[in-house]
């Protein structure tokens, strides 16, 4: 059974850091696209962060987190993690990873992502 568990949420202050991880588990990831998608309350879910299977490991990010967050893999442990600094208020949400099936293109569309954890949230005060 394929799986993605999020780890790593809390409540911080504006300007905080934190780091997300997603463990993956029934398969190994290594040729799939992940990604970190957000979803705040009354909004719809956002894309935040991806990187590619391929070995030079291309990562896209969204405006509003470039700069701030870095996404980044290791295949060995089948994990994903986001690096997020600098924290502000409107980056509170909940925080999904996702991948896509094998040989998937890294895609801002959720749709184009097959396997999805649960999420976990972060809350960021002013």
């Known amino acids: 059974q394929v799986q993605l568990v999020e780890s790593g949420g809390g409540l911080v202050q504006a300007g905080d850091s934190l780091r997300l991880s997603c463990a993956a588990s029934g398969r190994t990831f290594s040729s799939s696209a992940m990604a970190w998608f957000r979803q705040a309350p009354g909004k719809e879910r956002e894309f935040v962060a991806g990187i590619s299977w391929r070995s030079a490991g291309d990562t896209y990010y969204a405006d509003s987190v470039k700069g701030r967050f870095t996404i980044s893999r290791d295949n060995a442990k089948n994990t994903v993690d986001l690096q997020m600094n600098s924290l502000k208020p409107e980056d509170t949400a909940v925080y999904s990873c996702?991948?896509?099936?094998?040989?998937?293109?890294?895609?801002?569309?959720?749709?184009?992502?097959?396997?999805w954890g649960q999420g976990t949230q972060v809350t960021v005060s002013s």
């Open positions: 996702a991948a896509t099936r094998p040989l998937g293109g890294l895609t801002m569309a959720s749709g184009g992502y097959n396997y």
